[in-house]
């Protein structure tokens, strides 16, 4: 079964999908990231079919996005959307830590994707 937690890590919201018989070895890592005005959750169906071939999928949400967003107007956010990338990139060097300390990620199998601004 295909298992979706939900996880704070380091202050960073996302969701962690795996197999529930492979939570605990170490696979495969994919970040999927969202695009801009979107949330972790509009790519639940990516993750779900990459776990399904057995990858550890980790949907973290972007800065002023889904959990973390502060109200703010489509005008007061599109001049943030390069704080928001380089963000992202600091973030995922955390997430990449983390996940590396836990033993959880099959040795260089790495990898990113994401639609729109996450791409």
Do not use: C, D
């Amino acid at each position: 079964m295909i298992i979706i937690e939900k996880q704070h890590i380091s202050n960073i919201p996302l969701l962690h999908i795996v197999k529930e018989e492979k939570k605990e070895k170490a696979l495969p890592l994919v970040f999927f990231i969202h695009g801009f005005t979107s949330a972790k959750e509009h790519n639940l169906h990516f993750a779900y079919l990459l776990a399904e071939k057995g990858m550890r999928v980790v949907l973290p949400e972007a800065l002023y996005h889904g959990e973390r967003e502060e109200q703010l107007t489509q005008e007061e956010l599109a001049p943030r959307f390069w704080e928001i990338v380089t963000n992202e990139i600091k973030e995922l060097e955390v997430l990449k830590n983390h996940f590396e300390q836990e033993n959880l990620i099959e040795k260089g199998r790495i990898g990113a994707a994401g639609t729109s601004m996450g791409g």
